[in-house]
Nanobody, 115 residues
Framework: QVQLVESGGGLVQTGGSLRLSCAAS????????MAWYRQRPGEQRTLVAS???????NYADAVEGRFTISTDNVKNTLNLQMNSLTPEDSGVYYC?????????WGQGTRVTVSA
């Protein structure tokens, strides 16, 4: 079973930055799609950003221009650089990576942006 371990979450003030990382126990070079999702209390998990071979990048409108998704195929990590953070960015962030028909999820890392 593939394991994904997220890190980098924490508490930051409005306008600050955080960098999330997702370390995979399997090579990500052969993955189909990699993504970051966010879940706020009482809400469904929503897509924040995704990346596929190409690379083709996709961002939620609310984070376009502030967040950058990237990969490190040597370290097998998926990253999310988050700048100009606002309280609306708070939540638990999950990474998800798909290989063929199977998708693995991380355990989540909490991001809290104070006003």
């Amino acid at each position: 079973q593939v394991q994904l371990v997220e890190s980098g979450g924490g508490l930051v003030q409005t306008g600050g930055s955080l960098r999330l990382s997702c370390a995979a126990s399997r090579s990500i070079a052969s993955s189909d799609i990699m993504a970051w999702y966010r879940q706020r209390p009482g809400e469904q998990r929503t897509l924040v950003a995704s990346i596929t071979a190409g690379p083709w990048l996709n961002y939620a409108d609310a984070v376009e221009g502030r967040f950058t998704i990237s990969t490190d195929n040597v370290k097998n990590t998926l990253n999310l650089q988050m700048n100009s953070l606002t309280p609306e960015d708070s939540g638990v962030y999950y990474c998800a990576i798909s290989w063929s028909t199977a998708t693995s999820w991380g355990q989540g890392t909490r991001v809290t942006v104070s006003a």
